[in-house]
């Protein structure tokens, strides 16, 4: 049984469009991360949350928005999708706040978003 | 800015003998460092972790040395096995100071031969 799951694992889309990627943990952890890995597989973070309650708020683009509906939960939506958004994107979670990584993050298996 | 690199893109070793994987940073402020495995299609999950502190940890048959000097850190892996095969990530943490200065390095692919 999967501890961190996301959804779509591939995503092929056009530019301009609007997309979700979606991301459950049945870890009971109280806090969810999304990541970027970019073309030079560079993982940075983008957004954390701990009880539904934004707390890491990276530099991105506000066509980016997090959305927790429960703890178990961490949706990424994207609007008007660039070219420049292609790469994966990692969900994690972990029981306490971590600021940067520890050993405590458990990954999902990343989504590859690719943009047209 | 490339602050944490590993240049061997990938390794093969024979099954028994030992994997050395390596690892530069430049960021000084890093104070804690991770290696993680990456298997195809699953995410990557934590293998061995050091502190600045430290200048060795070591964890069955894996070993991490870190040379803060030089800001390098290695992982052994000794015997290799088969089942080593995988893309091995180094990462470093700013873990005292803001979250998200965290970084992961490129990658090395390892293929350990029977």
């Known amino acids: 049984d999967t501890a961190v799951s996301q959804t779509p694992k591939y995503l092929v889309t056009q530019m301009g469009n609007d997309k979700s990627i979606k991301c459950e943990q049945n870890l009971g952890h109280d806090t969810m991360y999304w990541y970027k890995q970019d073309s030079k597989k560079f993982l940075k973070i983008m957004f954390s949350?701990?009880?539904?309650?934004?707390?890491i708020n990276e530099t991105v683009p506000n066509r980016f928005s997090p959305k927790s509906p429960d703890k178990a939960h961490l949706n990424l939506h994207i609007n008007s999708l660039e070219l420049g958004d292609s790469a994966v994107y990692f969900c994690?979670?972990?029981?306490?706040?971590?600021?940067?990584?520890?050993?405590?993050?458990?990954f999902g298996s990343g989504t590859q978003l690719s943009v047209l | 800015d490339q602050q944490v690199k590993q240049n061997s893109p990938s390794l093969s070793v024979q099954e028994g003998r030992i994997s050395i994987l390596n690892c530069d940073y430049t960021n000084s402020m890093f104070d804690y460092f991770l290696w993680y495995k990456k298997y195809p299609a699953e995410g990557p999950t934590f293998l061995i972790s050091i502190s600045s502190i430290k200048d060795k940890n070591e964890d069955g048959r894996f070993t991490v040395f870190l040379n803060k000097s030089a800001k390098h850190l290695s992982l052994h892996i000794v015997p290799s096995q088969p089942g080593d095969s995988a893309v091995y990530f180094c990462?470093?943490?700013?873990?005292?100071?803001?979250?998200?200065?965290?970084?992961f390095g490129d990658g090395t692919t390892l293929t350990v031969k029977p």
């Open positions: 949350y701990n009880n539904k309650e934004l707390i």
């Open positions: 994690a979670s972990s029981q306490d706040i971590v600021r940067g990584f520890n050993e405590k993050l458990f």
């Open positions: 990462a470093a943490s700013e873990e005292i100071t803001n979250a998200g200065k965290s970084t």
